[in-house]
């Protein structure tokens, strides 16, 4: 299996939706190798970067939910790093 190093840059215009997305985020919490969210007051809004290392479909799935809630958009920046994973091997 091949997985792919990406960034999922996420803006939360709705607070309503905060619960679901951290839920989603928590679902694919064994792919995710950090993320960072920066509150900002002035706008009413948070910024929030997701750094992942998992399958490109994986990816695909996980930016689709999260881009579909209310009041969130969401895009991903791949690089070009590919890795050979062995299925049988624990992430």
Same mark, same amino acid.
């Given at each position: 299996? +091949?997985?792919?190093?990406?960034?999922?840059?996420?803006?939360?215009?709705? &607070?309503?939706?905060?619960?679901?997305?951290?839920? #989603?985020?928590?679902?694919?919490?064994?792919? #995710?190798?950090?993320?960072?969210?920066? &509150?900002?007051? +002035?706008?009413?809004?948070? #910024?929030?970067?997701?750094?992942?290392?998992?399958?490109?479909?994986?990816?695909?799935?996980?930016?689709?939910?999260?881009?579909?809630?209310?009041?969130?958009?969401?895009?991903?920046?791949?690089?070009?790093?590919?890795?050979?994973?062995?299925?049988? +091997?624990?992430?």
């Amino acid at each position: 299996m +091949e997985t792919r190093v990406a960034i999922i840059g996420i803006i939360v215009e709705s &607070p309503d939706s905060v619960a679901e997305l951290n839920s #989603i985020l928590h679902e694919y919490g064994s792919f #995710i190798i950090g993320r960072m969210g920066i &509150p900002y007051s +002035e706008r009413k809004i948070s #910024i929030i970067s997701v750094a992942i290392d998992a399958p490109q479909d994986v990816i695909s799935t996980l930016s689709g939910k999260i881009g579909r809630l209310n009041g969130v958009s969401a895009k991903t920046a791949y690089s070009n790093v590919i890795a050979k994973v062995d299925v049988n +091997e624990e992430k």
